[in-house]
């Protein structure tokens, strides 16, 4: 047992002590010849019944007792006797309860603790469990508390009544400790809770603290190789292992995560590695089964930045679960998006419910208007590199740090990710060559790529978790399914991108820039296909490779609607976010916004001013730079 000093009467010198013991003591606690404090509870002719605690009471015969005695009055006994049918008996003990002669210290009970790594080997058996409270659910039955100690979360199952809160005084975030008895529920081990109590104090103290040592040990990113050799990678490890100790800490907390990406290619290579890391960590710590699709979601994007629509709906989600379900308020995760001015707006929205908020992307960043409202930014511009790391091949490698029996799932996913974006970086070579191991060539690598985008366009908002991981073929080995499934969508991708380039080609405009760049504009929305595949973004993109092939010189491509255009170019250094930044200011009344990469981008802008923001555009692109290394023709060197 633990012996405390409670500060109550006689604190000032008395020469006594008399042991006032806690609400969870049991009979192993009483030592003989110990003065305890007990509470009357009942008087029958033969003695009173004392309480010392919620499960240690006895008898105190009339024989040893002098005086009067009522129901709630304070008595000083000793142990006399257990017999053997468990019964006690007790005595009163030399001190006068009603002087101050005695000092009264708190006993609280040893409890052999139990970790939920143990609760299989315990089924059945009356356990302890100390941890901290992480989600209270109320059902239409028990009151469920999920509790996470230093080795996983349990859900607890206390019932008080049908659909009645039990320990309403316990809330998210105490430290408690919890007897009962694990249990088989629906495949999952849960503990059915005979007591529950909130510790306090000192004792609360030492068990926090005791958790927090734990988890920060778990949470520690595993210790992985790099897939490949390569410098420009290794400047950016130590932010995605702040991020990977970040995501590991909020699964062993308990938190849900909400992972926002961007609705392409490089998007889904970096969002669903992490996905599924993630959930299988959280299968690792939950004893609930069902914990990995209640605490991780994937959420695309359309737009490039985080749009306001997407940031209430998202507080709107995270509102009501913690209504209906008690759970915390969620991490949300930005992959390939969220580094710019435009994501302000959101994210604050955000703040004024104080939710963690992680960027990971390699668009071109703006760490001044972001930089205080996220917990961790990971992007290679922030260390003198650039587009070209792709996001998808970032978190392929912090997928590997949180989960690293994941990794030759994902061998061929940056090479996929590469082409997607079209990196020119020479990474490249070295990612092809690791997928083309694994029995991916560039022609499947092409192939997954444009299934992916096929895909994403039709799922729109929705993440099609298990389409998007039989494309990629993560967690699934059916090597004869795959290749069919890609061929399919890859195809189709293929023939409406053709149909589309049939209706849009006769309609481009050209004209060579003094800079000695071609420049085609197209206008995708009176002459392309609407609201199908290919969309604006992809129609352009299309058209700028097969000029590129044509003329084999520099070519800058624009596909304009009614209030935004879509740039790319190639051998040309445009840097897309430097212009949007400079015809904000030039285009008055213009509404410009938008962002990109060096050669890779969208602007959005005023209906009435699209001719302004487009002359001024073109300027700018007359201005700008020849660059041989930004051309696919030529490989660019990162070292």
């Not at 991916?440 to 192939?447: G, K, N, T, V, W």
């Not at 969508?489 to 293929?494: L, M, V």
């Not at 935004?564 to 916004?593: H, N, T």
């Amino acid at each position: 047992m633990t012996r405390e000093a409670a500060g109550v009467p006689g604190d000032d010198g008395g020469d006594s002590v008399v042991y006032d013991l806690d609400a969870d003591c049991t009979a192993d606690d009483v030592e003989r010849n110990q003065p305890y404090l007990a509470e009357i509870n009942g008087i029958v002719d033969y003695g009173v019944f004392v309480d010392l605690s919620e499960s240690v009471s006895g008898l105190v015969h009339e024989s040893v007792l002098e005086g009067t005695y009522a129901v709630g009055d304070e008595l000083v006994v000793e142990l006399e006797t257990v017999r053997d049918n468990g019964d006690i008996a007790f005595e009163p003990a030399d001190i006068d309860v009603e002087s101050d002669e005695y000092t009264v210290e708190g006993i609280s009970h040893d409890y052999t603790l139990t970790g939920t790594n143990r609760l299989e080997s315990s089924i059945g058996e009356q356990i302890h469990v100390e941890g901290e409270v992480v989600q209270v659910k109320q059902t239409g039955g028990p009151t469920i508390f999920h509790i996470t100690d230093e080795f996983g979360v349990v859900p607890c199952a206390a019932f008080e009544e049908a659909g009645v809160r039990a320990y309403p005084q316990v809330e998210v975030g105490d430290v408690v400790r919890v007897t009962g008895t694990p249990e088989h529920r629906e495949g999952s081990v849960q503990i059915e809770v005979d007591g529950l109590s909130k510790l306090e104090g000192e004792i609360a103290e030492e068990a926090r603290e005791r958790l927090d040592t734990a988890l920060e040990e778990r949470a520690e990113p595993h210790d992985v190789d790099s897939l490949i050799d390569w410098p420009a990678f290794e400047k950016l490890r130590p932010n995605l292992e702040e991020v990977a100790t970040l995501l590991r800490r909020t699964v062993l907390e308990g938190r849900p995560i909400r992972v926002r990406h961007h609705a392409d290619g490089d998007g889904m290579c970096a969002a669903v590695p992490v996905q599924i890391a993630l959930e299988r960590f959280i299968a690792d710590v939950h004893e609930d089964e069902n914990a990995p699709q209640h605490l991780i979601k994937r959420l695309p994007a359309k737009a490039p930045f985080y749009e306001m629509e997407d940031a209430t709906r998202d507080l709107n989600f995270a509102l009501e679960d913690r209504e209906k379900h008690g759970q915390q308020l969620p991490l949300l995760l930005m992959l390939d998006n969220g580094s710019t001015a435009e994501d302000v707006p959101a994210y604050e929205a955000l703040t004024h419910y104080d939710i963690p908020i992680v960027a990971i992307d390699h668009h071109h960043p703006d760490p001044d208007a972001v930089g205080d409202l996220l917990d961790a930014h990971v992007n290679p511009y922030l260390h003198d590199e650039d587009y070209r790391i792709t996001t998808g091949m970032l978190c392929v490698e912090l997928a590997r740090m949180i989960y690293p029996d994941i990794t030759d799932e994902l061998r061929h996913v940056p090479a996929v990710a590469g082409l997607s974006d079209r990196s020119k970086a020479d990474a490249m070579d070295d990612y092809i060559e690791l997928a083309a191991d694994e029995g991916y060539d560039e022609d499947r690598l092409q192939d997954v790529s444009e299934a992916l985008d096929y895909a994403a366009f039709w799922l729109r908002y929705n993440s099609g978790d298990q389409l998007i991981q039989d494309l990629l073929q993560i967690d699934s080995d059916d090597e004869e399914h795959h290749r069919e499934l890609i061929s399919f969508f890859a195809n189709r991708a293929r023939e409406e991108v053709d149909e589309q380039l049939d209706a849009a080609m006769s309609h481009l405009e050209h004209e060579d820039l003094d800079n000695g760049a071609h420049l085609y504009r197209i206008d995708v929305e009176n002459y392309a296909h609407r609201f199908t595949y290919p969309a604006p973004g992809k129609t352009t993109g299309e058209i700028h490779d097969r000029k590129i092939e044509e003329t084999g010189d520099p070519v800058i491509t624009v596909g304009y609607g009614p209030d935004f255009a879509v740039l790319r170019s190639d051998g040309v250094r445009l840097d897309i976010p430097q212009m949007v930044s400079e015809l904000e200011d030039e285009v008055p009344g213009g509404g410009v916004s938008g962002g990109g990469h060096l050669v890779v981008g969208s602007i959005k802008f005023v209906k009435g001013k699209r001719e302004d923001v487009i002359d001024a555009l073109v300027e700018k692109m007359e201005e700008a730079e020849i660059d041989e290394a930004l051309s696919s023709a030529a490989p660019i060197d990162d070292d």
